[in-house]
């Protein structure tokens, strides 16, 4: 009897199952098309944190709306940046947990699925965005919840712990007569599941992150909810590390402001708020329990370890030992980090996002990288290998930019990321630079036609090797001068371009007239100009999409070539005689 009933309850729900996604007229309901109580509309009332849209060119920032939810999905980590869901009594009902983990097909064309199965073994939760109990009006709503790009790679004691813990909560808020706007996510790469410490798992496919986060806006049961959002109205978060060992802990120990999980991400939360508004409703804390960033005292430290989720200097810092960052991001803000000539870098997946010095005492070891980053998942660290120290003490210092330069002349072709080297007494190295897929501008399609870009007063291409895939530049000779570096896309055409700038002696000042300058081209071609009385020069109908050697002859100075790459106009070159013998350079001891 106990059997018949089994089997019979079995066949009962799955006929509520079809009942549900077959229409009156027969039609089957895709995930995203299932009868439902909402529209992505609904979720999205507060506003879009990273201005997600539904497009192949933005894989790491791809919107998804369904009925139930709506998301930022990144295509190289296998899991959301964000989710987002309203939650009122309307969407909780009796439906049982479908338990029907599948992948998402609706994915473009070429993109990885994430397999129901691809956890396993893993020692990860197939964790839930939009948990499954936020969802049981309908079969269809509870079934959405179970597609893999709605899951993240959770450490048990998380997601059964103070994660879930949380869910339970809030639902616990809409049956007090509120409706709940939520938000969830998670940063970093490199989790504890029970199997230890592991960055990915399906082969790579998805990242393990290192912390995860939620963001809650409470308000009562109302119309036109965007009007009703007040400088009193309630908001939770929290950020909970992704980690075996706090399955125990209490939810409110994790307690956030929305300012500090924005400060993590990078995103905006609320942005159809108005200012005036999010400001007073993100600032604070909803209970007394505070895990804010950690701030890191000035002073000297033999070895210092950072494990908070968003850390600060509350000054300038030296470690002479090990520094140890774990899944999370150092901001140093105004301040600077300095490492010593001994100290060294244990690294699971933090960054320092600021400015970093390292010391060297000599070649021993010259090998070093600035373990620098900026912007959510923004790693992009600098590699050096020593070949010259003229001072013993001397340093170098890296500070990341997650933006195109300043002055860069053409932004839409360069790279959304610079790094500003600076130079503490006499050192020379070859120069690796690091970026992320995210960096490379829409107007390149070719990593191959990257250029290496030093920038000293003006932009000056430096021999590189390019590597797109593993996006990495690395300098072709050792550099003593570094200043600001970033690279540029080059962008072929039939058009001619004019290359042009003014010579000088070698103290910087005086300018050199009637010197020769001569453009040979990689193809042979040659192109030949002289200084006017102001040391200027023009050459006018050069190609584009070609290398070139500029060479200036001189019988009062000595000029060493410079290669140059011509993919539009090239002006503002300055070129500097080289120091005459027994003279000294009038710069830091440098030639420029």
Not at 540 to 559: M, R
Request: proline letters at 6%; aromatic letters at 10%.
């Amino acid at each position: 009897m106990q059997i018949f009933i089994n089997r019979f309850s079995g066949a009962f729900f799955a006929l509520i199952f079809f009942a549900a996604v077959i229409g009156v007229n027969g039609q089957f309901y895709s995930d995203d098309l299932a009868p439902s109580n909402g529209t992505p509309a609904e979720h999205m009332v507060m506003g879009n944190p990273s201005g997600a849209v539904t497009n192949v060119n933005t894989p790491f920032n791809y919107l998804i709306e369904r009925n139930q939810y709506v998301m930022s999905y990144h295509r190289d980590r296998g899991i959301p940046n964000w989710m987002a869901w309203h939650l009122d009594s309307t969407w909780i009902g009796m439906t049982p947990r479908q338990d029907d983990y599948r992948p998402d097909t609706s994915l473009p064309a070429g993109w990885y699925q994430v397999q129901g199965n691809d956890y396993s073994g893993s020692g990860f939760d197939r964790g839930h965005h939009t948990p499954s109990g936020d969802r049981t009006s309908t079969v269809p709503d509870n079934s959405a919840t179970f597609l893999m790009n709605n899951m993240m790679p959770q450490a048990p004691d998380n997601n059964q712990g103070p994660w879930e813990a949380f869910e339970s909560f809030c639902r616990t808020v809409v049956g007090q007569g509120n409706e709940l706007y939520i938000l969830a996510g998670s940063v970093g790469q490199g989790g504890t599941g029970s199997n230890g410490l592991a960055m990915t798992t399906a082969g790579g496919q998805v990242v393990v992150p290192s912390y995860t986060w939620k963001v809650v806006m409470v308000m009562p049961v109302g119309a036109n909810d965007l009007s009703r959002v007040t400088a009193s109205t309630r908001t939770i978060a929290i950020i909970m590390p992704n980690r075996q060992g706090i399955r125990t802990d209490v939810w409110q120990k994790y307690l956030a402001s929305v300012d500090q999980v924005e400060a993590l991400t990078g995103y905006d939360f609320f942005s159809n708020v108005p200012v005036a508004t999010q400001t007073p409703i993100e600032s604070g804390l909803d209970a007394a329990s505070n895990t804010a960033p950690q701030t890191i005292a000035a002073g000297t430290y033999t070895n210092l370890a950072i494990d908070g989720p968003n850390t600060t200097l509350g000054g300038n810092i030296t470690v002479n030992g090990a520094l140890t960052l774990g899944g999370s991001t150092l901001n140093t803000g105004a301040n600077k980090i300095t490492l010593g000539q001994a100290a060294t870098v244990n690294r699971l997946s933090g960054m320092v996002n600021g400015r970093l010095e390292k010391q060297f005492v000599n070649l021993a070891s010259p090998s070093f990288e600035f373990p620098v980053g900026s912007g959510p998942f923004q790693y992009s660290p600098v590699s050096i290998n020593l070949t010259a120290l003229g001072t013993v003490g001397s340093s170098l210092t890296v500070s990341p930019n997650n933006t195109v330069h300043p002055n860069a002349p053409t932004p839409t072709t360069a790279l959304k990321r610079y790094w500003a080297l600076t130079e503490s007494g006499d050192l020379a190295a070859r120069l690796t630079f690091n970026y992320v897929n995210a960096d490379i501008p829409a107007a390149v399609t070719d990593e191959s036609t990257f250029a290496l870009q030093r920038y000293t007063g003006v932009f000056g291409t430096i021999p590189a090797t390019i590597n797109g895939a593993a996006n990495t530049a690395q300098t072709t000779n050792s550099i003593s001068d570094f200043s600001d570096w970033t690279l540029f896309g080059q962008t072929p055409s039939s058009a001619n371009s004019v290359v042009g700038g003014q010579v000088f002696s070698s103290d910087g000042v005086s300018a050199v007239s009637r010197a020769t300058v001569t453009l040979i081209a990689s193809s042979g071609q040659v192109f030949t100009t002289r200084t006017n009385p102001f040391g200027y020069f023009r050459i006018e109908d050069v190609p584009v999409g070609e290398s070139y050697v500029l060479n200036v002859n001189s019988k009062a100075f000595t000029f060493a070539p410079r290669l140059i790459d011509v993919s539009e106009d090239v002006s503002g070159l300055v070129i500097t005689a080289e120091p005459a013998s027994g003279e000294f350079p009038a710069i830091g001891g440098k030639q420029r």
